[in-house]
């Protein structure tokens, strides 16, 4: 597993200092874990935060990264998903404070010109979904993680992943009505 | 496999048999030639809910972002320093100021200091991010 790890090497580089690692680091992660945290919690700026924290983590870790221990990428992603996590958490502990434009999707009629706009439609439906349920669908088709990896990332079996999956695919399929075959 | 499990990693994994799990793929295309009408129908209408959801546009990292996070390596090889200095600040106005208090009983401040000077070196220790680089 961790002896065919594509990150180990440049892991170490990072470890030693390296600045070049440093930047290939960035290069190679920032896309991926911005996307993971956009999609989770449906604000930029917030995911933004969530890319940084995590880059502090790998910073403190990777000196420590020892072979034979999970995949850095899937480390990486438990990692951005805890803090995405505190975050939801936080904003259900607050409920004064403003959600994303994302997650208020209420059928206004100044909400029309949205309509044919299906990104964010899509984005709305997916902030809708169940933490649980988003993870699995975030983590399997955006991530586009195997789903033994997604399955440990989450901490569930394969069989379980697979029942969110399904769940959150119904409840998006039925958000997206118009827009795809029922 | 059956028709049933078909329709079911369909709905778990969507349209593209390339993207379900190694292990069925093989067996979800030998249905899928069995029962080509079948299979066709349950792809096409995953299919279609995938191509919806690749449509939520995708984050796009900033320049500024990029450079910010690659300050923060450098910053945080940086850190110990700044920590050690702090640390060895706080824990030593913390034990003087105990023994002031008389709260440390039989305690010279000078051996205080010494006591200090230890806890410093263990909390830079605990803190130090980059272990042996760092002293390089």
Redesign the interface.
């Given at each position: 597993m961790a002896a065919s790890d594509p990150d180990e090497a440049l892991l170490a580089r990072?470890?030693?200092?390296d600045?070049a690692a440093?930047?290939a680091l960035?290069?190679r992660k920032?896309?991926r874990l911005?996307?993971l945290?956009?999609?989770m919690l449906g604000d930029?700026a917030e995911?933004?935060d969530v890319?940084?924290e995590t880059?502090?983590r790998i910073?403190?870790q990777?000196?420590?990264w020892r072979t034979g221990q999970a995949k850095f990428d899937t480390w990486l992603h438990r990692v951005a998903l805890n803090l995405c996590f505190d975050r939801l958490r936080r904003r259900r502990e607050i409920p004064t404070k403003e959600p994303p434009e994302q997650l208020d999707e209420g059928p206004a009629p100044d909400r029309a010109l949205e309509a044919h706009d299906?990104?964010k439609r899509?984005?709305a439906a997916?902030a809708k979904l169940p933490d649980r349920q988003r993870e699995a669908?975030v983590l399997?088709?955006?991530q586009?993680l195997?789903?033994?990896e997604a399955a440990a990332v989450m901490g569930v079996t394969?069989e379980a992943?697979?029942s969110l999956?399904?769940r959150g695919?119904?409840a998006?399929?039925a958000a997206?009505a118009d827009?795809?075959?029922q | 496999m059956n028709k049933a499990q078909f329709e079911a990693l369909a709905e778990a994994y969507g349209g593209d048999i390339a993207r379900w799990p190694d292990a069925v793929r093989e067996d979800a295309a030998l249905l899928a030639g069995a029962h080509p009408e079948f299979a066709r129908a349950v792809l096409t209408r995953q299919g279609q809910l995938d191509e919806a959801l690749d449509t939520l546009p995708r984050a796009v990292a900033s320049r500024d972002l990029f450079e910010r996070i690659v300050a923060s390596a450098a910053a945080a090889r940086r850190r110990p320093r700044w920590l050690a200095w702090l640390a060895g600040a706080s824990v030593g106005t913390a034990l003087a100021g105990a023994a002031a208090a008389g709260l440390v009983m039989g305690v010279q401040l000078s051996q205080a200091s010494a006591v200090s000077a230890e806890a410093s070196a263990q909390a830079v220790a605990d803190l130090d991010v980059f272990g042996v680089s760092e002293e390089g």
């Amino acid at each position: 597993m961790a002896a065919s790890d594509p990150d180990e090497a440049l892991l170490a580089r990072v470890a030693e200092g390296d600045a070049a690692a440093v930047r290939a680091l960035v290069g190679r992660k920032l896309p991926r874990l911005l996307g993971l945290a956009q999609r989770m919690l449906g604000d930029p700026a917030e995911a933004e935060d969530v890319a940084q924290e995590t880059f502090l983590r790998i910073w403190r870790q990777a000196p420590n990264w020892r072979t034979g221990q999970a995949k850095f990428d899937t480390w990486l992603h438990r990692v951005a998903l805890n803090l995405c996590f505190d975050r939801l958490r936080r904003r259900r502990e607050i409920p004064t404070k403003e959600p994303p434009e994302q997650l208020d999707e209420g059928p206004a009629p100044d909400r029309a010109l949205e309509a044919h706009d299906t990104g964010k439609r899509v984005g709305a439906a997916l902030a809708k979904l169940p933490d649980r349920q988003r993870e699995a669908v975030v983590l399997c088709h955006y991530q586009e993680l195997g789903n033994i990896e997604a399955a440990a990332v989450m901490g569930v079996t394969v069989e379980a992943l697979e029942s969110l999956l399904s769940r959150g695919r119904r409840a998006l399929r039925a958000a997206l009505a118009d827009l795809v075959e029922q | 496999m059956n028709k049933a499990q078909f329709e079911a990693l369909a709905e778990a994994y969507g349209g593209d048999i390339a993207r379900w799990p190694d292990a069925v793929r093989e067996d979800a295309a030998l249905l899928a030639g069995a029962h080509p009408e079948f299979a066709r129908a349950v792809l096409t209408r995953q299919g279609q809910l995938d191509e919806a959801l690749d449509t939520l546009p995708r984050a796009v990292a900033s320049r500024d972002l990029f450079e910010r996070i690659v300050a923060s390596a450098a910053a945080a090889r940086r850190r110990p320093r700044w920590l050690a200095w702090l640390a060895g600040a706080s824990v030593g106005t913390a034990l003087a100021g105990a023994a002031a208090a008389g709260l440390v009983m039989g305690v010279q401040l000078s051996q205080a200091s010494a006591v200090s000077a230890e806890a410093s070196a263990q909390a830079v220790a605990d803190l130090d991010v980059f272990g042996v680089s760092e002293e390089g």
